[in-house]
């Protein structure tokens, strides 16, 4: 297991910005490294995720908002959430993949009408 240190979740008005850090602890390579969402009553889902080569993928509901980045060497992700909406409120979970997937415990975004 590694561990994730997850900060930056907050309150936040809607169309107001946070942005989101994960750093991992690991001398292992870590693969794709990614944020993902759960909002009371449903299911986690993919938020963003960026392979070791800079690759991005981002759910449909937060394109053009958020921007997922990556410092390699810090073994560090980064979400940056702008124009957000009160739908955007959720547990963000970090997620960094070596030959297992590891998470994080969870940082609360909450978004204010």
């Known amino acids: 297991q590694v561990p994730l240190v997850e900060s930056g979740g907050g309150l936040a008005q809607a169309g107001g910005s946070l942005r989101l850090s994960c750093a991992a602890s690991?001398?292992?390579?870590?693969?794709?490294m990614g944020w993902y969402r759960q909002a009371p009553g449903k299911q986690r889902e993919l938020v963003a995720i960026?392979?070791?080569?800079?690759?991005?993928r981002y759910a449909d509901s937060v394109k053009g908002r958020f921007t997922i980045s990556r410092d390699s060497a810090k073994n560090t992700v980064y979400l940056q959430m702008n124009s957000l909406k009160p739908e955007d409120t959720a547990v963000y979970y970090c997620?960094?993949?070596?030959?297992?997937?590891?998470w994080g415990q969870g940082t609360q975004v909450t978004v204010s009408s």
């Open positions: 997620m960094a993949e070596t030959i297992y997937e590891n």
């Open positions: 960026i392979t070791e080569s800079g690759t991005t």
């Open positions: 690991t001398i292992f390579t870590i693969n794709d």
